[in-house]
Every structure is written in structure tokens, then in C-alpha cells.
């Protein structure tokens, strides 16, 4: 009413200045007049009043305005001067005003009152002010209100970036995880619901575009299987129906292939009495491909899964149960109860069984595994089953209910374990017999080597003397019982040379094999001590060798990897097979013999992380007797491996780096050898008892043996025979004196095994002057040069010898070497 009344009312100017409107009474006459300034300065509304026209003054500010925007009357004496300041922007300045005036128009002229418009002003403080403005017009003045927004403008801004914050978490929800998101709607009195979002992950999944999605319902479906189908649409309509939770798998045609899927919903009902359901679509055919390879695995490997409940004590076992005990395979489980069960378990395991059962029922263990026996019911024979057994179910109280496991029949495992820990027994056995025979080999070697030597001498005296005894009978039978005392020497010596190295059978081997064979006999302690593995390039390759003898090398060998380490830090040992076609190191073995060139061979390595060995050691490490472990060594393993390698033909390269390891190589033949060939030069033809005093005429010999006697018995021999002989024990001297004047000497006689330069050696450096001098080995044990040709010797002859043999085989050397020279 007071509204309309002013809006009547004509303004008045008071004798004092003050603008003042009638008021009506309420029997509608006219009352008191009303002060309009301070009623206006009142009102909690920002308003400003101006006069009429462009740039015409500004007549009030209330303290409203002042206090929301900071500008007073005298900030905006005029509405020119709040166009400037409130709209800064001219070209925005131009269209506010504009406007401002076009509504001041509108309604003096059709006296109707337009809505406010929202405007964007500058306060005082240079802030920017989202506003309402809206206009009322007295007589000849404008009344001017301003609603501020901008806190409202603030708040729906936050309002939408929490809305866009939700929808962008919805869509990494949806369009970035693994499984497919969707909604479906269920209208009131529909039969079917229908898609209301689906993610793009959903598409994808079925293959649909966002069009056949919000379509027909049935454009989905049809991406399910055809024999899948029926039963879903089943489960569907009857959720639909029930307004229930919605679960189900099916396979999927879609992107070219088959796949299984697991659709998951829960429902909620709408105001409008419609129903929709929330869910997600999961690709879950990796899991049906690992329960078809679980199946097959049970299947072929005899195992079953059971579960036992502990309250009612039954035994539920799966379908394959029927295959784990001898019979066909059943589409169908069985339940019986656990008693029945454990009457089927070998006596001697069934106490094993029970406690670990027991120990599951109280809680005391989340999981067993065990090994058991139990009677197959169809042969009666006990069979070796192995369970991996845990608690599936509890109660409230956290105490299992429910137990279940899988139970695997391992039968033929174990038959072959124990198959094979009786071979390994035995290859133990042979391993240790072969050990002994070659330490007793090595010992009658050396006694063999020593009693050829001492025979030599006899045998050498007796046949210089016996020319010199012609006539003298008396002296006659003496030599000559001398002489059949050194032949029964000989042939007891050629009988303990049979202990040296009998000839073993050979056969095609598997490498790795042998390999695995070998670290089984280290012992566990040592395997684990220091790691010791296996790694094979590919399926072993074949070896010709004996096991035996391959096992004595390859354990020889890894136990010293093992030992090379210290008690603080031990070593780490490697068995590798090397790819086929590795060649072997082209330098000079350090055991064995060099592979001819086109020899098929195998390789393997020997690898630690231990100390390294010096060079003073790799230098003596093959000798007799040498060892670096004190009491604990008998210096004769390498010695076997490196006799081992000669016999076999085979070969061991040696790398090591101080502080850093040590390298084994070891190059086996790999295809079955041809004849086994000479290895050393054998005399063919037995030569007269006595050599012809004129057969080494003029010929001037060297003859080097560390046993002087043995030396100088052979220069007698020579000598006899018309030769100049130079006997002496020192090798370095003899190498010596060879180099003085190599033009003097016609031919060496040397020893092979001495201390210092050993006669292949010093054969070699013969080789190297100019001209070269032609050697003839004499040794005891010639076995040790093995099968391979020794090139460094002209000839090689057995200790003892006659000699006739000797100077004949001195005559030849030295007449090749003559005929090479010219």
C-alpha cells in the first residue's frame, strides 16, 4: 500500500531543503508528510538517486551503497563521473548506459517497469562486482537499486568446479579402469530396463557405439554367445522382475574373438517408482583360461580338491577324485565322512596326517603340506599322495570352520626319486672306488717311474758288462742272473703299470646331465654353502666319456671352486654349459691336449667368486703331489683330472683374476672318437742285444737325466755304440750347452719328468735353434704323455732300455735331422 502511495504522490520540496512524500492514513486521507532521504538511508538495499538526463547530478547515496561498493555522493557527484568509474571498459561503458537510459525511456513512456539486469561494475577498491540493477522513477528523479551477486557468483562457482571435479573423478572411474561401468533404468510397468549411461570401456567391451547402446536392449544381448544367450536373458528378466541384485558370467562375441565376462549390479528405487541398477562389467577370461589350465593340470597330474567341514567332520571331494584313485574320470564328487577317509592312509603316516589336521582345527597354523601314503581302491597298492591343505572358512570367534586343499598323486615322482637316489648311491660309489684307484695309480706310477730308473742302471750295467766278461764263465752266470732278475722286475712293474689306468668303457653321455649328477655328489651343505647351480645354454650336448671319469674331473673341479673362497666370504660356484659351436681357447691347454683343428667338442665352465689363483701356483698346480690346502690336501686331485683330460683326449684352460675368480674351461670330445691312435712313437722292430760299435761314428749326444747314474748308464750305452756322450743331470745346463753350439750336438737324450725344465720342454727349445736338435725321450712312464702325438720327440722308448734300441733310435733321429738340415 505505502508503495502504491508513493508512486501517486507528487514530490514536495521543503522550506528546509528536505524532500518529503505525503503519507496516507489509514481511512485514506493524507497524513503527515515522510523525510525520503532518511527513510531511503534505512534500507539495508544499495541505492543511489539521480536526476533526469545525461550527465545530470547525482542526488543520494545511501549508506547501503557506500558500504557494499566503497563509493559515496562525492566519489559519483554525477552519473557521467559512475560510468567512468564503475565501467572502466568504454566500449562496455557505452553498452551499460545504453541500456541504462534505454529503460529509463521504457518507462516514462509506457509507465511499465522493466526486470533488473545483471551487470559487471568496479568498486572502489578496483574489484570487479557482478550486480543486479534495476530502476524506479518519482517526478523528475531515478531511483537506482543494486542487488550484489557476487557472492552467490562465487559460490555457483564453486558449486560447478565441484560438479566438473565429480565428473571428471566419474570418468577416470569409468572410462579409464579396467572393467566397463553402466546404469540401467527400469521404467515403471516396462519389461525390460534399458541403458541409461554406459562407459566407454563398456562400448568397447561389446563392441557397440553410444547409439546401439541407448537403442534397443537386445542390440547388447546379441553380443552374447548363442549358447550363453538363453540363460542370460533368463537371469535378466527374472532381476528385472524381482527388483534384485543382478549376477552373472557369459561369454562375450566381440572384437573379433571370444571372451568370458562377470556383469555385477545392485538396484535402487527412484521416486517415480523406477528401478535402476548400478554395475560394472569385468573381462574375466584370463581367470576361465586359468581354470581351464587348473582342470587340465589335475586332470593329467592325478589330483583332486577336497574341503572338510569341521563341524559336521565331512569330507567333500571334487570330480577328480575318482581319477587320483584308479578310477575313471566322474562328472560327479563323493562325501564321506574324515574317519572314513583316514582308514584308506598307510599306518605309518596316518599319526603325520592327524596332527597336521589337528593343527589346522585349533588354529595353530593357517596352512600344512604333507606326504602321505594311501591304498589305491582298486589294485590295493599304496600310492604317494602330496596335500597342500589351509583354513577356508571361520566362525565368529575367528576359529576355522571349513578346510579345504588339493591333494596331488605323486607316485611316479617318487618312484623315480628313489630310483634315482639309488643311482646316485651308486655313481657316489663308483666315484669314491675311482678316486682310490687313481691315488693308488698315481702312487704305483711314481714307484714305477722310480723302479724303471733303478732297472735302467742294472739293466744298462749288466749289458755293458757283459762283452767285457766273454770267456769268463763264472762272471757269465752272475751277469746272467742279474739279467733274469731285472726281467722278472720288468714284468712285475708291467703288472703294476695295469693299476695305472685300466681302459673304461666309453659311451654317448649327456653333458648336462653329468653336470646335475656331479653337484648332487658335492653334498647339500656345500650346494648351499656356496649357491652352486647349474646353467645350461640348451638341452645338454653329447659327450663321449666314461661317467665315471667325467664325474671325477667335474667334482675335482668344483670342489676346489668351492674351497677357494674364506670362511668369511665364500665362494659362489657356476656349472655352465657353453652354446654349441663355442670354439676352445686357441692357446696351449694347461691340462690335456690341444683339440685338433675340426674336432667336434663340448664345452663347459667351472666358475667362482673366490680368491684367484697367483701364477707361482697355476705354474705347479698339476704336479704330483702339490697342493695349497696344508694337511688337508693330498695334492693329487688335479693330477687325476689332468690324467683324466690326457686319456680322454680332452683339454682345461685355466683364467683367473687375484681377488676376483677363477675360470675353469674344460673342452670334451663330443662325437664318438675313430681309432684312439698312437700318442706316443712306439719302436717297431726289436734290433740286435748289441749295437754295432761303429753305428754312432762321429755322432756327438747329449744325454740329460736328473738321476745321474741313469744319465750316465745311457752315455755308456752310446759310447759303446762309437757316439761322444755328454751325461748330465741339470736340464737348465743341458738347454745351455744346446744353445752354445746347437751344430755340435747330433741328437738329445733327455728324461721326461724333472724337477725344473721338464723334458718336453727342453725338447722344445732343441726345436728352436738353429739348427735344431732332434730329442729322443727315455722315460718310465710314457702312459703320461697319453694318446696324443707328442711332435716336441723324434722317438719316445720305455724305460728300461737296451742298448741296441737305443742306439738305433738315436742313429734314425740323428739321420733325420741331418737330412732336414740339408
Same mark, same amino acid.
Given at each position: 500500500m505505502l508503495q502504491t502511495k508513493l508512486k501517486a504522490q507528487i514530490m514536495t520540496q521543503s522550506p528546509s531543503g528536505q524532500t518529503h512524500l505525503p503519507v496516507a492514513n489509514p481511512d485514506g486521507s493524507i497524513g503527515q508528510d515522510v523525510d525520503i532521504w532518511a527513510l531511503l538511508g534505512t534500507l539495508p538495499v544499495?541505492?543511489?538517486?539521480?536526476?533526469?538526463?545525461?550527465? =545530470?547530478? $547525482? %542526488?543520494? #547515496?545511501?549508506?547501503?551503497?557506500?558500504?557494499?561498493?566503497?563509493? =559515496?555522493?562525492?566519489?559519483? +557527484?554525477?552519473?557521467?563521473?559512475?560510468?567512468? %568509474?564503475?565501467?572502466?571498459? +568504454?566500449?562496455? &561503458?557505452?553498452?551499460?548506459?545504453? &541500456?541504462?537510459?534505454? *529503460?529509463?525511456?521504457? @518507462? *516514462?513512456?509506457?509507465?511499465? #517497469?522493466?526486470?533488473? @539486469?545483471?551487470?559487471?561494475?568496479?568498486?572502489?577498491?578496483? &574489484?570487479? %562486482?557482478?550486480?543486479?540493477?534495476?530502476?524506479? /522513477? *518519482?517526478?523528475?528523479?531515478?531511483?537506482?537499486?543494486? *542487488?550484489?551477486?557476487?557472492?552467490?557468483? #562465487?559460490?555457483?562457482?564453486?558449486?560447478?568446479?565441484?560438479? @566438473?571435479?565429480?565428473?571428471?573423478?566419474?570418468?577416470? /572411474?569409468?572410462?579409464?579402469?579396467? !572393467?566397463?561401468?553402466?546404469?540401467?533404468? /527400469? @521404467?515403471?510397468?516396462?519389461?525390460? !530396463?534399458?541403458?541409461?549411461? #554406459?562407459?566407454?570401456?563398456?562400448?568397447?567391451? /561389446?563392441?557397440?557405439?553410444?547409439?546401439?547402446?541407448?537403442?534397443?536392449?537386445?542390440?547388447?544381448?546379441?553380443?552374447v554367445h548363442p549358447e550363453d544367450r538363453p540363460r542370460w536373458l533368463e537371469i535378466n528378466a527374472e532381476a528385472f522382475a524381482r527388483r534384485q541384485p543382478f549376477s552373472g558370467e557369459a561369454r562375450i562375441v566381440a572384437n573379433g574373438e571370444t571372451r568370458w565376462i562377470r556383469a555385477e549390479s545392485i538396484p535402487r528405487e527412484l521416486d517415480d517408482g523406477s528401478v535402476i541398477w548400478e554395475g560394472i562389467l569385468v573381462d574375466i577370461n584370463d581367470l576361465k583360461e586359468a581354470e581351464a589350465r587348473l582342470k587340465a593340470v589335475l586332470e593329467a597330474s592325478r589330483a583332486f580338491t577336497w574341503n572338510i567341514d569341521l563341524r559336521t567332520r565331512m569330507l567333500k571331494l571334487d570330480e577328480y577324485w575318482a581319477v587320483a584313485h584308479g578310477y575313471r574320470y566322474s562328472t560327479e564328487g563323493v562325501d564321506m565322512t574324515v574317519a572314513a577317509w583316514f582308514e584308506t592312509l598307510h599306518p605309518e603316516d596316518a599319526q603325520a596326517v592327524t596332527a597336521g589336521l589337528e593343527a589346522l582345527r585349533q588354529g595353530a597354523s593357517d596352512k600344512r603340506s604333507a606326504v602321505y601314503r594311501r591304498r589305491d581302491w582298486e589294485d590295493g597298492c599304496w600310492n604317494w599322495m602330496q596335500v597342500h591343505a589351509g583354513v577356508r572358512e571361520r566362525d565368529s570367534e575367528g576359529m576355522p570352520t571349513i578346510l579345504s586343499g588339493v591333494s596331488f598323486d605323486i607316485t611316479a615322482e617318487m618312484t623315480a626319486r628313489a630310483q634315482a637316489q639309488e643311482e646316485q648311491a651308486q655313481l657316489r660309489e663308483d666315484l669314491q672306488r675311482a678316486q682310490q684307484r687313481d691315488t693308488v695309480a698315481q702312487v704305483a706310477g711314481g714307484v714305477a717311474h722310480d723302479l724303471n730308473n733303478l732297472i735302467a742302471v742294472v739293466a744298462g750295467t749288466v749289458e755293458m758288462l757283459e762283452p767285457q766278461a766273454a770267456g769268463q764263465a763264472g762272471l757269465l752266470d752272475g751277469l746272467g742272473r742279474i739279467r733274469r732278475s731285472v726281467g722278472m722286475a720288468r714284468d712285475l712293474i708291467a703288472g703294476l703299470g695295469g693299476l695305472i689306468r685300466p681302459e673304461l668303457p666309453r659311451e654317448a653321455l649327456d653333458l648336462g646331465k653329468l653336470l646335475r649328477n656331479a653337484v648332487d655328489l658335492l653334498g647339500q651343505r656345500r650346494i648351499a654353502e656356496h649357491n652352486v647351480r647349474v646353467e645350461l645354454s640348451e638341452a645338454g650336448p653329447l659327450v663321449w666319456a666314461n661317467p665315471t671319469e667325467v664325474a671325477q674331473v667335474i667334482v675335482n673341479l668344483a670342489i676346489n671352486a668351492c674351497d677357494a673362497g674364506a670362511p668369511e666370504r665364500p665362494a659362489m660356484v657356476t656349472l655352465a654349459t657353453l652354446p654349441p659351436g663355442t670354439s676352445p681357447?686357441? %692357446?696351449?691347454?694347461?691340462?690335456?691336449?690341444?683339440?685338433?683343428?675340426?674336432? +667336434?667338442?663340448?664345452?663347459?665352465?667351472?666358475?667362482?667368486?673366490?680368491?684367484?689363483?697367483?701364477?707361482?701356483?697355476?705354474?705347479?698346480?698339476?704336479?704330483?703331489?702339490?697342493?695349497?690346502?696344508?694337511?688337508?690336501?693330498?695334492?693329487?686331485?688335479?693330477?687325476?683330472?689332468?690324467?683324466?683330460?690326457?686319456?680322454?683326449?680332452? $683339454?682345461?684352460?685355466?683364467?683367473?683374476?687375484?681377488?676376483?675368480? =677363477?675360470?675353469?674351461?674344460?673342452?670334451?670330445?663330443?662325437?664318438?672318437?675313430g681309432d684312439a691312435g698312437q700318442g706316443a712313437r712306439k719302436a717297431t722292430t726289436r734290433r740286435a742285444a748289441v749295437a754295432p760299435a761303429e753305428l754312432l761314428r762321429d755322432l756327438h749326444i747329449?744325454?740329460?737325466?736328473?738321476?745321474?747314474?741313469?744319465?750316465?748308464?745311457?752315455?755308456?750305452?752310446?759310447?759303446?755304440?762309437?757316439?761322444?756322450a755328454v751325461a748330465i743331470s741339470d736340464p737348465e745346463e743341458a738347454a745351455e750347452l744346446l744353445s752354445e753350439a746347437p751344430g755340435l750336438w747330433s741328437a738329445l737324450v733327455t728324461d721326461l719328468h724333472m724337477e725344473g725344465m721338464d723334458g718336453r720342454a727342453l725338447a722344445r727349445h732343441a726345436g728352436t735353434l738353429s739348427p735344431p736338435v732332434p730329442v729322443v725321450l727315455v722315460t718310465a712312464r710314457p702312459d703320461t704323455l697319453g694318446d696324443a702325438p707328442a711332435p716336441e720327440f723324434a722317438a719316445v722308448l720305455s724305460k728300461p732300455v737296451t742298448a741296441a734300441r737305443l742306439a738305433h733310435t738315436v742313429r734314425e733321429a740323428s739321420a733325420r735331422g741331418s737330412n732336414v738340415d740339408g
Open positions: 544499495p541505492m543511489v538517486v539521480h536526476e533526469l538526463g545525461e550527465g =545530470t547530478a $547525482a %542526488r543520494f #547515496v545511501n549508506p547501503s551503497f557506500t558500504t557494499a561498493f566503497g563509493y =559515496t555522493l562525492a566519489d559519483v +557527484p554525477s552519473v557521467a563521473t559512475w560510468a567512468e %568509474r564503475a565501467y572502466p571498459d +568504454p566500449d562496455y &561503458r557505452r553498452e551499460v548506459m545504453s &541500456r541504462w537510459w534505454d *529503460q529509463i525511456a521504457t @518507462r *516514462q513512456a509506457t509507465g511499465t #517497469v522493466a526486470p533488473p @539486469r545483471e551487470y559487471r561494475i568496479i568498486d572502489k577498491a578496483g &574489484r570487479p %562486482r557482478d550486480v543486479l540493477i534495476g530502476f524506479a /522513477l *518519482q517526478g523528475d528523479l531515478v531511483f537506482v537499486t543494486f *542487488q550484489d551477486l557476487t557472492p552467490t557468483r #562465487v559460490a555457483e562457482a564453486a558449486l560447478e568446479a565441484e560438479r @566438473r571435479a565429480f565428473e571428471q573423478t566419474a570418468f577416470a /572411474l569409468t572410462e579409464h579402469m579396467p !572393467a566397463g561401468a553402466y546404469t540401467m533404468v /527400469l @521404467r515403471p510397468d516396462a519389461e525390460l !530396463a534399458e541403458f541409461a549411461f #554406459v562407459s566407454k570401456q563398456f562400448l568397447h567391451m /561389446l563392441e557397440l557405439t553410444p547409439e546401439e547402446a541407448a537403442g534397443d536392449l537386445m542390440t547388447g544381448f546379441s553380443r681357447p686357441s %692357446r696351449a691347454p694347461d691340462a690335456g691336449f690341444l683339440p685338433p683343428a675340426g674336432v +667336434p667338442m663340448a664345452l663347459f665352465s667351472i666358475n667362482d667368486t673366490g680368491a684367484g689363483i697367483t701364477d707361482d701356483v697355476r705354474a705347479r698346480m698339476f704336479r704330483p703331489n702339490f697342493t695349497t690346502k696344508g694337511k688337508a690336501g693330498t695334492g693329487l686331485g688335479l693330477l687325476i683330472v689332468s690324467t683324466i683330460l690326457q686319456t680322454n683326449r680332452a $683339454a682345461l684352460w685355466v683364467d683367473s683374476t687375484p681377488g676376483r675368480g =677363477t675360470t675353469m674351461t674344460v673342452a670334451w670330445p663330443a662325437a664318438v672318437p747329449l744325454v740329460v737325466d736328473d738321476l745321474v747314474d741313469v744319465a750316465e748308464v745311457l752315455a755308456d750305452m752310446l759310447e759303446a755304440a762309437g757316439a761322444v
